[in-house]
């Protein structure tokens, strides 16, 4: 095993009362400028006023970075040797994750504090001179260096002794990151286009398992007869934060994103940390979001971060093989899921295009050994292109959103990759200058495109003009049925659409929930219309609506379950008024521009969520169940004969897959929220499943219409089940 550097592991702690060598400096005094005291003023409440107290007077054992003590301590020693130790050692919960800018406007602030003025000369880790000159030398009267023993005092420790607990994994730092490995998963074996497209049983190596998006595992151990014998094996917890991860496991080795842009890999036995890969934001800047999955192929692991970069990590080591930025995100460019990878291809959709600007929202296709761009293809039609028509004469430049919410889906035998689109913005057609007639293409969509090139093959718009935040971006399920190549797509109307895969040929639909936005379904060809008030609304007017934006559907994504040929959507009942706001034309405005306030969904008696099993050749509905917590995760089904589904109130339910029947449930510590997974290691199946808190209208559902539902907040946690043996 490697050993990196001594790290830090409490907050400047007695450290800062003399145990580092007190070094002679000159006497001249370290200067900075007076804007680095002021990025390090906002830095050090952010992240050091709850340990060292926001007038820098300190607590417990963070001691004071002003007054006398302070100056005592280290006003004679050289600022340096100060910053090399803040780098080192801060902040206590993720040592030396602070960049050497930070770490120098931190210091800058701490001297402001304690009276030096600000100079021409800025601080850095080359400077020269004390932290505060006026205090004298530290070092001993006689420049001699004493350690201590027992019954003679040193001048210093001796050199062997540390307050701080050893790391010991490697550190690797890039230009926007910082790795630790501890222990590298030497066992990790390279995961071919092969096993991508069809992925061993043990394993789960895309955000659904498969690229067919299923949701599904074919492991059996854990089944209708011993459920009730599930255990906890272990617990990781996870960074604070929104939260709503879908982990990826190859041999055993379980991979993680979570809040902040912070991706872990776990050993799947016990939990272990073997690495952890950690983005680094600058000043200023969105300071990391949710992600809910990642990519595998052959030794790499693909990060599609929030300041809108594609990443590519050593899956052995967590080490930084490549990043390449996709768009800027000043512009509001943002990455929320996870790319795709097929035939060597990473393919990724971007989202945050609510503001005007001249670009509009796309899907990427990169090179998977360098990043570098090998297409880009808009979802938003451009000038002079099919489509353009659709926009009613809006410039490109105002034609926004068409975000891609969520993770694709591959089918290697048709060459396709297939993505669900977003609706467009602003929400509403009166606020984008625009009616519900004008289809906005290709807003609501499905997307089918080639994954060597991104032409686009086909797309089935499913809600052309969609004026109420009720978007089509969800995850495209891909089933065979008696050699028919289906794909089935819902979103937040709650329609389930039945398309063929080859050509996005309608072939049917279900109604899942209560809906009254259409005052006309075609079931012989798929077509919508808008009730009048919804067809003549003005900026200004409110209108009463179901379902809610929480859906019908939302990104909490079904599972298919082959042996049954059902399809398990986690749905939810509610509704709204919404009022479309006025918009102001120009480049960096936009935005959403609605005003929503939520209903309980008539007839449901407050039983907000719902789990519903359709047949997928019929469409009919063969079971569902309702409750009166929201459903927060994925449906994960599986050949045992089971669906395991977790919900707001913090439960955990097994149910039997023919009957909806519940068979086992637990309680974890908060809301149960993200894609269970399962996978497999020597035999022994593992059911994993996350627990996490926030994230847009299905949150608020439970956050604001169940109020007597608590759910705790900082338990961000995966937990690992498998059978009492």
């Known amino acids: 095993m490697?050993?990196?550097?001594?790290?830090?592991?409490?907050?400047?702690?007695?450290?800062?009362?003399g145990t580092a060598a007190m070094s002679a400096v000159a006497q001249s005094q370290a200067s900075y400028l007076a804007s680095q005291a002021e990025q390090g003023s906002q830095l050090y409440q952010n992240v050091c006023a709850v340990c060292h107290l926001p007038n820098l007077q300190g607590a417990f054992e963070s001691p004071a970075l002003t007054g006398a003590n302070f100056v005592n301590n280290w006003g004679p020693r050289s600022a340096r040797?100060?910053?090399?130790?803040?780098?080192?050692?801060?902040?206590?919960?993720?040592?030396?994750?602070?960049?050497?800018?930070?770490?120098?406007?931190?210091?800058?602030?701490?001297?402001?504090?304690?009276?030096?003025?600000?100079a021409a000369t800025a601080l850095d880790f080359a400077s020269t001179g004390a932290m505060i000159a006026a205090a004298g030398s530290a070092a001993s009267p006689s420049g001699q260096v004493r350690y201590p023993v027992p019954g003679t005092p040193g001048t210093q420790p001796s050199p062997d002794s540390r307050n701080r607990t050893p790391e010991t994994g490697t550190i690797s730092?890039?230009?926007?990151?910082?790795?630790?490995?501890?222990?590298?998963?030497?066992?990790?074996?390279?995961?071919?286009?092969?096993?991508?497209?069809?992925?061993?049983?043990?394993?789960?190596?895309?955000?659904?398992?498969?690229?067919?998006?299923?949701?599904?595992?074919?492991?059996?151990?854990?089944?209708?007869?011993?459920?009730?014998?599930?255990?906890?094996?272990?617990?990781?917890?996870?960074?604070?934060?929104?939260?709503?991860?879908?982990?990826?496991?190859?041999?055993?080795?379980?991979?993680?994103?979570?809040?902040?842009?912070?991706?872990?890999?776990?050993?799947?036995r016990d939990g272990t940390l073997l690495w952890e890969y950690r983005r680094q934001f600058g000043e200023?800047?969105?300071?990391?979001?949710?992600?809910?999955?990642?990519?595998?192929?052959?030794?790499?692991?693909?990060?599609?971060?929030?300041?809108?970069?594609?990443?590519?990590?050593?899956?052995?080591?967590?080490?930084?093989?490549?990043?390449?930025?996709?768009?800027?995100?000043?512009?509001?460019?943002?990455?929320?899921?996870?790319?795709?990878?097929?035939?060597?291809?990473?393919?990724?959709?971007?989202?945050?295009?609510?503001?005007?600007?001249?670009?509009?929202?796309?899907?990427?296709?990169?090179?998977?050994?360098?990043?570098?761009?090998?297409?880009?293809?808009?979802?938003?039609?451009?000038?002079?292109?099919?489509?353009?028509?659709?926009?009613?004469?809006?410039?490109?430049?105002?034609?926004?959103?068409?975000?891609?919410?969520?993770?694709?889906?591959w089918d290697p035998e048709l060459n396709l990759v297939f993505f669900g689109t977003?609706?467009?913005?602003?929400?509403?057609?009166?606020?984008?200058?625009?009616?519900?007639?004008?289809?906005?293409?290709?807003?609501?969509?499905?997307?089918?495109?080639?994954?060597?090139?991104g032409r686009l093959v086909w797309y089935r718009q499913h809600v052309p003009g969609e004026s109420l935040d009720m978007d089509e971006a969800f995850e495209q399920v891909l089933v065979d049925v008696a050699g028919e190549p289906y794909l089935l797509s819902i979103g937040k109307s709650g329609i389930?659409?039945?398309?063929?895969?080859?050509?996005?040929?309608?072939?049917?639909?279900?109604?899942?929930?209560?809906?009254?936005?259409?005052?006309?379904?075609?079931?012989?060809?798929?077509?919508?219309?808008?009730?009048?008030?919804?067809?003549?609304?003005?900026?200004?007017?409110?209108?009463?609506?179901?379902?809610?934006t929480a859906g019908g559907h939302n990104w909490q994504s079904s599972g298919y379950h082959p042996p049954t040929r059902q399809l398990i959507i986690p749905?939810?009942?509610?509704?709204?008024?919404?009022?479309?706001?006025?918009?102001?034309?120009?480049?960096?405005?936009?935005?959403?521009?609605?005003?929503?306030?939520?209903?309980?969904?008539?007839?449901?008696?407050?039983?907000?969520?719902?789990?519903?099993?359709?047949?997928?050749?019929?469409?009919?509905?063969?079971?569902s169940i309702e409750q009166r917590a929201p459903f927060l995760t994925a449906a994960l089904t599986t050949a045992g004969g089971l669906v395991f589904i977790g919900d707001y109130d913090r439960y955990v339910h097994a149910l039997d897959v023919e009957s909806g029947d519940e068979l086992w449930r637990t309680r974890l510590a908060t809301s149960v929220q993200g894609f269970p997974v399962s996978y497999a290691i020597d035999g022994e199946q593992y059911i994993a499943i996350p627990a996490g808190r926030e994230g847009g209208s299905p949150w608020r559902i439970g956050n604001f219409l169940t109020p007597e539902l608590i759910s705790p907040d900082g338990h961000n946690a995966l937990y690992v089940f498998k059978l009492n043996p």
């Not at 040797?81 to 050497?100: C, H, K, Y």
């Not at 467009?424 to 290709?442: C, F, I, N």
């Not at 009942?573 to 969904?601: A, H, K, L, V, Y």
């Open 81 to 118: 040797e100060f910053l090399a130790f803040v780098q080192e050692a801060m902040p206590p919960q993720a040592p030396g994750s602070l960049s050497e800018q930070q770490v120098a406007s931190l210091t800058a602030f701490i001297l402001s504090a304690n009276g030096i003025a600000p």
């Open 496 to 548: 389930l659409w039945k398309l063929d895969r080859r050509n996005g040929q309608f072939l049917g639909l279900a109604q899942t929930v209560f809906q009254n936005v259409y005052d006309q379904v075609n079931i012989e060809t798929g077509d919508l219309r808008y009730r009048e008030d919804i067809r003549n609304m003005q900026v200004g007017d409110w209108l009463s609506v179901c379902p809610s």
């Open 173 to 268: 730092r890039s230009a926007t990151a910082l790795t630790r490995t501890f222990h590298a998963a030497e066992n990790f074996r390279n995961v071919p286009d092969t096993e991508l497209a069809d992925p061993p049983a043990e394993d789960w190596v895309y955000w659904r398992r498969t690229p067919s998006s299923q949701g599904y595992t074919p492991l059996s151990q854990i089944n209708r007869n011993n459920v009730k014998q599930l255990q906890l094996a272990w617990v990781w917890g996870m960074e604070s934060g929104r939260s709503q991860p879908a982990p990826l496991v190859r041999d055993g080795v379980v991979f993680i994103p979570n809040f902040g842009n912070v991706i872990q890999a776990l050993d799947g």
């Open 284 to 409: 200023g800047e969105r300071q990391g979001g949710n992600l809910r999955t990642l990519a595998l192929w052959e030794d790499l692991v693909f990060v599609a971060t929030t300041d809108a970069h594609l990443v590519a990590l050593d899956a052995r080591t967590g080490i930084v093989r490549w990043d390449t930025e996709i768009a800027d995100d000043n512009h509001g460019y943002s990455n929320s899921s996870g790319p795709i990878v097929a035939n060597g291809v990473v393919i990724n959709g971007i989202n945050g295009c609510q503001q005007f600007y001249p670009e509009s929202c796309f899907i990427t296709g990169h090179d998977a050994r360098t990043g570098t761009e090998l297409w880009r293809t808009y979802t938003v039609a451009q000038p002079g292109q099919p489509g353009d028509a659709s926009w009613g004469g809006l410039p490109v430049e105002f034609r926004g959103g068409v975000d891609v919410w969520m993770t694709g889906s």
């Open 422 to 453: 977003a609706q467009a913005k602003p929400w509403m057609a009166a606020s984008r200058g625009l009616t519900t007639q004008d289809a906005a293409l290709y807003s609501n969509s499905t997307l089918a495109l080639e994954p060597a090139t």
């Open 571 to 623: 749905l939810s009942q509610s509704c709204m008024e919404m009022s479309p706001r006025s918009t102001t034309f120009e480049i960096g405005s936009g935005g959403n521009q609605g005003d929503r306030s939520w209903r309980e969904m008539p007839g449901t008696d407050g039983r907000f969520g719902k789990l519903a099993a359709y047949d997928v050749e019929t469409l009919e509905e063969t079971w």
């Open 2 to 17: 490697k050993h990196g550097k001594l790290i830090q592991n409490i907050s400047l702690t007695a450290a800062l009362w």
